[in-house]
């Protein structure tokens, strides 16, 4: 549907220059969205998906086990969108303090990562509401260290941002000037807690995310925790038990389309394209996480029968295939820790793996060696690749 821009310009001055910023109007877009009857049926598919995705947790016999990790996958990803250059087994070497080579600023951004979501759901599942304060919270965890520390971590911004561009007056979007950013805040959160009218969750994450994007509320970390908005939202309503849906690396293979559709949005008002974009997003991204699951699950199943094989050893084998299911990067002295076997038999075990070519050894030392689970990597590291400049 074709509508006004939604949204006004107001000027402001920053850095010596006069620039118009764009203040967005409040949720849910006026006239209401076009629900015609293709982008019903995305969304109708999209939420078909996300009710595989939620039930695919039956699979395993500890979540917690594809959860661990799979969060982490999309913290890499995320910050990858925002130029760090970690992998998936960088972060997880950082977490062991294990992180020779590994550049410390961008390991601890997407460290971060993980301790915002993981905070803002445990606030969530406490019965807190999904409001400013907890973004605000979230915000001073994604911040708190790493290359955004001196950016004001948990408050909102008190000086004009721009987006794109070398300065102000030739940047691709200017957000609201800083003393309007509590009224468009507040009047997300309203939304979000579904005044003025109640709103379908899938329908709100999807609204919500492009609002927050265009208020650009912090000085930094804004596109991280924009995204984060997506799983929080799903998970409060009670769509996802976890937070099993990242639409980041849907978002990094098709960028440019992304950027281009949130402009639509604030000039032309083009909600309807928007979200039959997230619509295929979240049906796609939701179809991948499933597939994984079961990969995951059926490798770890006939390496547990091969397990099988090593007889009266098979028992301490089977608790350390058990913990790097969890964790695919561990040392030896630490899976003793975290199973309470004797290092003589974690060692013992280790190699056993190694012999079966389920584990391997990547340091090459005969000290402080450290073990991967490469299948198990391999299958979460898809779509993990380095963005090539200018691509």
């Not at 445990?122 to 409001?131: A, E, K, N, Q, T």
């Not at 799903?234 to 960028?255: D, Q």
């Not at 073990?371 to 990597?377: I, K, T, V």
């Amino acid at each position: 549907m074709k509508r006004t821009i939604q949204g006004k310009y107001e000027t402001a001055t920053t850095l010596g220059e006069a620039v118009r910023a764009f203040v967005p109007s409040p949720l849910p877009p006026v006239p209401p969205i076009d629900w015609h009857p293709q982008l019903r049926s995305r969304f109708d598919g999209a939420m078909h998906a996300l009710g595989r995705l939620d039930s695919v947790s039956s699979l395993l016999p500890d979540v917690s086990l594809f959860l661990y990790t799979y969060v982490r996958k999309e913290a890499v990803l995320s910050s990858m969108i925002e130029g760090t250059q970690s992998s998936l087994s960088d972060l997880l070497l950082y977490e062991m303090k294990e992180s020779p080579g590994v550049p410390l600023d961008d390991v601890r951004e997407v460290s971060n990562y993980v301790n915002a979501l993981e905070h803002g759901l445990r606030r969530l599942r406490g019965g807190f509401p999904l409001s400013l304060r907890l973004i605000r919270e979230m915000h001073e965890l994604l911040l708190a260290d790493g290359r955004g520390r001196e950016k004001d971590p948990g408050a909102f911004r008190r000086s004009q941002n721009w987006i794109g561009g070398t300065r102000p007056g030739n940047a691709h979007f200017v957000p609201p000037p800083p003393q309007r950013i509590m009224e468009c805040m507040g009047a997300l959160e309203l939304f979000l807690h579904n005044q003025p009218e109640p709103t379908p969750p899938l329908i709100k994450a999807a609204l919500a995310h492009v609002q927050f994007e265009t208020i650009h509320p912090f000085l930094d970390g804004n596109g991280r925790l924009g995204r984060l908005l997506i799983p929080l939202i799903l998970c409060e309503s009670g769509i996802l038990r976890e937070p099993m849906l990242y639409l980041s690396l849907f978002f990094k293979t098709h960028r440019q389309t992304y950027y281009d559709l949130l402009n639509r949005v604030r000039t032309e008002g083009d909600w309807e394209a928007w979200l039959d974009y997230f619509a295929e997003a979240v049906t796609l991204t939701a179809t991948q996480a499933v597939d994984a699951v079961q990969r995951l699950e059926a490798l770890a199943r006939g390496d547990r029968e091969r397990i099988h094989s090593l007889g009266r050893a098979a028992k301490s084998a089977r608790q350390i295939h058990q913990e790097l299911l969890r964790r695919p990067l561990a040392t030896s002295p630490e899976l003793a820790h975290r199973t309470g076997l004797t290092a003589i038999t974690v060692n013992r075990a280790l190699d056993h793996l190694c012999t079966l070519e389920i584990l391997r050894e990547i340091t090459g030392q005969r000290r402080n060696r450290v073990f991967a689970y490469p299948r198990f990597l391999a299958i979460l590291q898809e779509g993990t690749e380095p963005l090539v400049a200018g691509s």
